[in-house]
């Protein structure tokens, strides 16, 4: 079923290739039906890459999806246009008064800063506060999970002795997670990370349980109960070729 998003967003016509259903604000007001509204904190640096990876994702659902991109105004990007970003992206201010199904906070390139020196980090952990009574749930991927579990929980990151790169095998760890449902025992999830999150540090915490991890690279997925909070310490959206091109 479609996404819906801006007529102009440059990755549309890349979707619509793929033969993904993309639906334009005129075409969307025509149908009776409330759509899914999830907006996207995209604090990755190659964000229209980001985008199209996401909303890829997205579109494999029966129901129609309304996006919004937001970004942090602490930060000035660096490698994505300035005149992209303001015609297609809102600040938090702009959003702040909203309500949404759910929120996507992207990972960043920035794990080996403590957290409180991050440039933005007042910006986000406000953006998680308002999270907690606005949006119904919210996915935390890779550095964001990181960032979620430590606000929220207190939970460090640890650093790795090397880059943890590569796609690795997973298990399920709770069967009865909706998340997973109709997975198979194993599957694969890329990983590009500095740092990780320790089981024990997760387990102490009763509010938290473990859904799936990997002998290889440690604990993946980590959710609250009735799955307000998601953490995903990988990138299950990464393209195929996403890995080949950070490495490069």
Known sequence: MPIRIDNNLPVKKRLEQENIFVMDEKRALSQDIRPLEITILNLMPLK????????????????????????TLSHESRHTRPEHLERFYSSFEQIRHQKYDGLIITGAPVERMPFEQVEYWHELTQIMDWAADSVTS???LCWGAQ????YHYGIPKYPLPEKLSGVFSHSVEHKGSILFRGFDDAFFVPHSRF???R???????PALKILAASSEAGVYAVSTDGGKQIFLTGHLEYDGDTLAKEYF
């Open 48 to 71: 229209e890459d980001t985008e199209l990876e996401l909303m890829r994702s997205l579109s494999n659902t029966p129901l129609q999806v309304d996006i919004t991109l937001i970004r």
């Open 138 to 140: 919210t996915l935390f």
């Open 147 to 150: 960032a979620g579990l430590y």
């Open 195 to 197: 740092t990780t999150c």
């Open 199 to 205: 089981r024990e540090d997760i387990e102490a915490v």
